[in-house]
């Protein structure tokens, strides 16, 4: 069986910002559970806890921030159906020209 | 407002959402589904999720539980935000697979189990009756509301005649064609309008309640604050259960993987839906708080709560409102009915019926070609089966439980089938044994500890047993496994199950040796981002002759598969090559293939043709195990040309000794003809001095001398040479003889003359009278001279000394003839074998540089060998006796 394409070590900077947009989609769940989490150590109801509406300001608003993150992260990945296969491996940026260099 | 007009409008919208689905067939039919398939119904169609539960129960659920209610949607909000983990691996994992519901996924994933097939099959059926009882339910309710008067007797009847109503559109639009992978577009966009129905709805009502009622956000927060739900106290361990439940249910609900993975049309889609439908649900809970707390204060005491999204409207005079909001629930429930039937049909019709079908037709799938037919009508009963169900279960038992106990059971009951699922996708180690021990026990534990016991104390399970356990066992008590009472019944069961579930799984797989198909479906499982870049898609339409003949012609020849066509054709009666594909037909043409190709490839490739995704892991496997015998011939092939390509090499490299040799022997000819023609010439010139002039009498001896010197040079040149053809030709017959070493060695010295000119000898005796010789000995002690007398000729040492050393070598006796001359330059060790060839000055030994030459054949006849010791201080030979075994092979 042929062994699989190594993967490029060094990535292009716009394939990295790729990976890394990935990395905050894995990464937003994660948040959005401990943000979610929250609310049940606050005392809420009780003569010096929080107030319900103050509750429902917070996880509303968690939850819209979450939907923006979320909205904005899909929006800049560059979806591609072949996932992690294709990505540009990276490549020195070529010389300045001369003139640049003395310049 | 009158109930005639609810009536009226109700079957408006219901045979608007028939014309809606219908143009979406059409459209579809046509090709034209482009905006059919963008993300945003595919989002829409999620929305099923909310199903009249969440229309009306979101809002009892929040009078009665406060804020408890939103974990219902932060589970799902975080799955779907969390795509790029879970998701995104289902839904590829589910094109490429060509899964066709949930149990598929299980069963498909470990080796094709029918058992967890219908394990999960089952779960879904009983985890989803009440759900959609539920439903019927909250219609019959909500009718209720508006006719006055209505005995249970006219609500029973609502109830029927919805799920009956139900019943024909979901076998209308759900049926109609039998691939799965074909998607229920009409069903689809029907339920993506019902989803902009219901959130405009609840809007419209929530919107109504804050600014028209309550008098703007504000007011509406100190409402809320002032109200009886601020009074209620989050116990945690329910908050995080219910989220995390509810994030199972997502991924796990018959309906929801339905909507979310065999309707998908692009992946790309879940990338929209991964923040638009938390956006849809923040939106459908964004106004269930002010409702229920408007509903608390407004509402006389005791009505219920459920049903504030439609009461509250219609008791502040707003018939219209009411009437939307009415629709809004109508079409939470279809929606969630009918996909939740397609699914459960599904399920049912794929992992019971056809599997009991299969098995008691004996001629098999192949044979008869009705098999459409009959899985079709197996959806259809399906359906009407598990509308039946809920219908019953809505008879019997749905009368007083409230709506949001009944969607949690259902919830933890789903759940069990997580563990399972996220093995099965994300370790290659889960086996059948482990997902189907897992689910058992998690089904086991859901039954007992929370589905039975919420028929109420005493219905199913005995007071009795409730309180102390089955036989007096405390442990086993439902609401109190293993003796932790007190924890909330929801929180206790999913743990326990989730715990046990989880851990039989894991510990099933560890424990068990998976087959091939569940290692094979494993691997294409965990790695679907490796080995399926694009998932195929085979014509679905059916197979034509044509297209037989095209492949068939490929493999077994035009002329043999026109004939073979042609011959079908007349059997059929009909003229020409193109006969009807009849199952008979594809098995002769199977068989026929099979001789070409084998039986396992021919089999993949007719399913491939003629029922496009059916071609079971078990052909794939016996594919490869061809693929695999093939690639042991190629292998072979591969070596045969290695061997050819190293026997031209073979061939090249002695074209190119040939060639050489021939160079030799033009050398050799050349040297040799210079060799005789050097003595000639002063034979021929002193015997013309002898006849030609008087001398005196000394002066003729000196010339006759001369020539008599020559002759003998020159016979023995010939000798020497008639010697080394000899030898070289192989006639030479060796007279074997037995004899000891020493004496052999005591012989050549004395031949050649050494001592008499200050050679010094050195030998030791003792160890070379312990070797005896079976070999031609002549030969032998000729090469001993040559060696003895080249050492006496060329030593320039001042005294020279031979050293003549024995010694083993690689168990065969060697013989070393070292000098203290100074040796021979290492670029001229390679030529001294060579003949004529002489170092230094040719006339200097009277030698014709052939004495080496001829000791190198006479050792390799013999067996033995001969070559130049480097580094002994002078020049060295060393001369490897043949050893017994060479001798016997002489």
């Not at chain 2, 992946?267 to 707390?293: C, G, K, N, Q, Y």
């Not at chain 2, 003729?700 to 053809?725: K, N």
């Not at chain 2, 070379?768 to 060329?794: C, H, P």
């Amino acid at each position: 069986m042929r062994p699989p394409a190594p993967r490029p070590v060094f990535l292009a900077r716009a394939s990295y910002r790729q990976r890394r947009l990935r990395d905050a989609a894995r990464v937003l769940p994660v948040l959005g559970a401990i943000l979610f989490i929250l609310p049940v150590l606050w005392p809420i109801g009780g003569p010096e806890g929080q107030t319900t509406s103050a509750a429902l300001i917070y996880i509303f608003g968690t939850w819209t921030a979450l939907i923006c993150l979320a909205a904005l992260i899909s929006r800049l990945m560059r979806f591609d159906p072949e996932g992690e296969t294709t990505d540009m491996p990276f490549e020195p940026p070529a010389d300045p020209p001369l003139s640049e260099r003395e310049g | 407002m009158g109930f005639n007009v609810l009536i009226a409008v109700s079957l408006a919208y219901v045979a608007f959402l028939f014309l809606v689905a219908w143009a979406a067939e059409r459209r579809a039919a046509r090709g034209r589904d482009g905006w059919l398939r963008s993300p945003w119904i595919y989002t829409l169609s999620l929305s099923i999720y909310c199903t009249a539960w969440t229309f009306y129960g979101a809002v009892g659920y929040a009078a009665r539980s406060g804020l408890e209610f939103v974990t219902i949607y932060l589970g799902p909000t975080l799955v779907m935000i969390g795509w790029w983990w879970v998701l995104r691996r289902m839904v590829r994992i589910g094109r490429a697979q060509r899964i066709t519901s949930i149990a598929d996924l299980i069963s498909s994933r470990f080796g094709k189990s029918t058992t967890l097939g219908v394990l999960v099959t089952l779960l879904a059926v009983i985890g989803t009756t009440p759900y959609i009882a539920l439903q019927l339910n909250s219609v019959t309710l909500s009718v209720a509301v508006f006719a006055e008067g209505w005995g249970e007797e006219e609500l029973r009847a609502a109830g029927f005649w919805t799920a009956a109503g139900l019943a024909v559109f979901t076998i209308l639009f759900g049926t109609r064609n039998l691939d799965v992978n074909e998607r229920h577009h009409g069903i689809v966009m029907a339920v993506a309008v019902e989803a902009v129905v219901k959130l405009g709805a609840l809007i419209a009502v929530g919107v109504f309640v804050v600014w028209g009622i309550a008098g703007g956000v504000g007011a509406t927060l100190d409402r809320i604050d002032a109200s009886d739900i601020a009074m209620w106290e989050q116990p945690g361990g329910r908050w995080i259960a219910i989220t995390f439940l509810a994030g199972a249910a997502i991924l796990c609900l018959p309906r929801m993987f339905q909507v979310m993975v065999v309707e998908n049309a692009d992946e790309r889609h879940l990338a929209t839906a991964s923040w638009a439908f938390p956006l849809f649900l923040l939106l459908m809970s964004l106004f269930v708080v002010p409702i229920a707390v408007v509903g608390l204060d407004l509402m006389p005491a005791g009505s219920n709560p459920d049903l504030f999204v439609l009461t509250l409207p219609l008791a502040q005079g707003r018939d219209g409102l009411a009437l939307l909001s009415f629709l809004g629930g109508f079409s939470s429930a279809t929606s969630m009915v009918i996909v939740a039937t397609i699914a459960l049909a599904t399920m049912v019709s794929n992992h019971i019926v056809a599997p009991i079908w299969l098995s008691s037709t004996r001629q098999g799938a192949l044979v008869s070609g009705d098999v459409r037919q009959v899985i079709l009508m197996a959806r259809r009963l399906s359906i009407l089966g598990v509308l039946a169900l809920g219908y019953v279960y809505y008879r019997f038992a749905a009368g007083g439980a409230a709506l949001a106990a009944m969607g949690i059971i259902a919830f933890v009951g789903v759940a069990q089938i997580l563990p399972a699922m996220l093995a099965g996708m994300f370790w290659r180690g889960a086996t059948r044994i482990g997902a189907g021990l897992g689910l058992a026990v998690g089904f086991a534990v859901w039954l007992w500890s929370l589905f039975l016991p919420s028929f109420g104390a005493g219905a199913v399970i005995p007071v009795a047993v409730m309180e102390a356990g089955p036989w007096g066992i405390g442990w086993l008590r439902p609401q109190a496994l293993f003796g932790i009472a007190g924890l909330d019944p929801v929180v206790h069961a999913a743990l326990w199950s989730m715990i046990l579930n989880a851990g039989l799984v894991f510990l099933g797989s560890a424990l068990s040796f998976p087959k091939p198909l569940e290692r094979l479906q494993g691997v294409q499982f965990v790695n679907v981002f490796e080995n399926s870049a694009a998932p195929q898609t085979w014509a679905r339409s059916a197979v034509r002759a044509e297209d037989l003949l095209i492949m068939i012609q490929r493999i077994i020849g035009p002329r043999e598969a026109q004939m073979l066509f042609a011959q079908e054709a007349a059997r059929q009666g009909k003229q020409g090559y193109v006969p009807d594909v009849t199952a008979d037909f594809i098995v002769r043409l199977e068989r026929e293939l099979s001789g070409s190709v084998g039986a396992a490839t021919a089999h993949a490739m007719i399913g491939q043709m003629t029922e496009g995704a059916n071609v079971s892991v078990e052909d794939l496997i016996a594919v490869a195990d061809e693929t695999a015998q093939i690639m042991e011939t190629s292998a072979r092939l591969e070596a045969k040309s290695r061997e050819q390509e190293r026997t031209a090499q073979a061939l090249r490299e002695a074209n190119e000794k040939l060639t050489a040799l021939s160079i030799q022997k033009d050398a050799f000819l050349s040297q040799i003809s210079h060799e005789l023609r050097t003595p000639m010439t002063s034979i021929r010139s002193f015997s013309e001095l002898l006849r030609e002039s008087d001398m005196d009498r000394d002066e003729q001896r000196r010339f006759a001398g001369i020539v008599h010197d020559e002759t003998v040079r020159l016979t023995r040149l010939l000798d020497d040479l008639l010697d080394l053809s000899v030898l070289e030709n192989g006639q030479v017959t060796l007279n074997r003889a037995e004899g000891r070493l020493s004496d052999l060695i005591d012989r050549a010295v004395s031949a050649s003359g050494a001592g008499e000119d200050g050679l010094t000898i050195r030998r030791d005796r003792a160890r070379e009278e312990g070797i005896l010789l079976d070999t031609d000995l002549d030969r032998l002690s000729q090469v001993f001279i040559n060696l003895i007398s080249n050492a006496r000729k060329y030593c320039a040492a001042e005294a020279p000394e031979l050293t003549i050393a024995v010694s083993q070598e690689a168990g065969r006796p060697v013989v070393d003839f070292i000098d203290n001359g100074a040796g021979i330059a290492p670029a001229s060790q390679q030529m001294i074998f060579e003949k004529f060839s002489r170092l230094g000055d040719p006339g200097k030994a009277g030698g014709a540089g052939l004495g080496l030459a001829i000791c190198r054949e006479i050792m390799d006849r013999l067996g033995g060998g001969i070559h130049y010791l480097d580094g002994q201080g002078g020049t060295a030979f060393r001369v490897v006796l043949p050893g017994p075994q060479a001798l016997a092979a002489q």
